[in-house]
């Protein structure tokens, strides 16, 4: 029995007549060139077309890493407020710290400044830095300003005094107005 065509048995019909050319190398090579031309083609195309496709899966992940990247840049601008009052906090912190540290230098002077001061002296302003300690002041006599001035120039604590004006008058009852400087020394407990 013999099974038709369709099963196996491949028949080829060529209406055209063999050419000698075909059979020569050639042609073999030439007929091989075209074989594997075809397919090279095929493989090309279906390369193009994968990455074609592989595009549109890049443009997708660009464009979720772009909306990222503009949720970041929010997250983290939203952040500035807070960079910036922590930073303020930690001048404040330094500040205080500083003040902290003079403020026993300042309260001392102020201890000492008011043990000096007899009863016929009174301030008008006062301006005190960690270094010196500055005011105007009124005196209602010669002698006070004297003995105010001697006191403070032999306390130890304040190393250089300073009077920088003498005036007239001034305030109700004032014989004499005067400016004076004290610079702070290092602190000595007396």
């Not at 038709?4 to 063999?18: D, E, Q, V």
């Not at 193009?48 to 990222?68: E, I, K, Y």
């Amino acid at each position: 029995m013999q099974l038709p065509a369709f099963f196996g048995h491949k028949r080829s019909i060529n209406l055209l007549p063999r050419d000698a050319f075909e059979s020569s190398t050639v042609g073999i090579v030439l007929e091989w060139a075209l074989a594997f031309g075809k397919w090279a083609v095929i493989l090309t195309q279906l390369i193009v077309m994968f990455a074609f496709l592989w595009r549109f899966a890049l443009d997708r992940q660009m464009t979720d890493l772009r909306t990222a990247v503009a949720k970041d840049v929010a997250i983290i601008g939203s952040y500035n407020q807070i960079e910036r009052d922590f930073i303020l906090a930690q001048k404040r912190i330094s500040f205080a710290k500083t003040a902290l540290v003079d403020q026993t230098t300042i309260s001392r002077a102020f201890t000492l400044l008011t043990q000096a001061t007899p009863a016929g002296i009174w301030y008008d302003h006062i301006t005190i830095t960690p270094k010196t300690l500055s005011f105007t002041a009124y005196a209602s006599s010669l002698g006070s300003f004297g003995q105010f001035l001697t006191t403070l120039q032999h306390t130890p604590f304040f190393t250089a005094v300073t009077i920088s004006q003498i005036q007239d008058g001034g305030a109700k009852d004032a014989q004499m107005q005067f400016d004076v400087t004290l610079t702070l020394g290092a602190q000595k407990t007396t």
